[in-house]
């Protein structure tokens, strides 16, 4: 085919829209003849979409509860409530379940089976990782205590205070 027309859905928030334009100025401009059509929708209405398996592409994200690969490859075995896209592998699953029962003690074992499996993922392509998310934060140096996290939540605020004896212009203190 000269030319290909599809349609991505996203959520209807700034972020997504502005991530769905990038995409689809890169897929237009490296692709010639190939359009993207973005159609924003409430969250709702597009999971209701994709549990349906009724579309074409959609844009989605995750970030990690905890610091392992399986926080992102369990989402895509068969029955997993995140998984919206109607994929299965008997074998990226059973590689899985390994990883997550009896090779658990068995670290390069154990790495192997999650690279053998994202290696299967990554084949198949139900879902293409396109970036990774990167933050920059700026803190007024008055505030302390605040913990930044790598994977969770963003931040943890139990222990944050206000130091007034600190300078909010230089940082430095008065």
């Given at each position: 085919k000269k030319e290909f027309t599809f349609t991505m859905n996203t959520q209807d928030?700034?972020?997504a829209k502005i991530a769905a334009e990038y995409i689809k100025s890169q897929i237009e401009t490296n692709l010639p003849g190939v359009t993207?059509?973005?159609k924003q929708m409430p969250f709702k209405q597009k999971t209701t979409l994709e549990l349906a398996n009724n579309y074409e592409t959609s844009y989605s994200g995750w970030s990690p509860d905890y610091p392992d690969p399986t926080a992102f490859l369990e989402i895509m075995t068969k029955g997993n409530a995140q998984n919206n896209t109607d994929?299965?592998?008997e074998e990226y699953d059973n590689?899985?379940?390994e990883a997550n029962g009896s090779l658990l003690r068995e670290s390069d074992k154990r790495n192997e089976a999650l690279q053998k499996a994202e290696s299967i993922l990554l084949h198949d392509a139900p879902?293409?990782?396109i970036y990774q998310k990167g933050e920059a934060h700026l803190?007024?140096?008055?505030?302390?205590?605040?913990?930044?996290h790598k994977v969770g939540p963003d931040t943890t605020l139990k222990h944050v205070y206000i130091d007034k004896s600190?300078?909010?212009e230089t940082g430095k203190k008065k």
């Open positions: 928030t700034p972020a993207l059509k973005i994929w299965g592998n590689l899985i379940k879902v293409a990782p803190t007024n140096p008055q505030v302390k205590g605040l913990q930044y600190i300078d909010r």
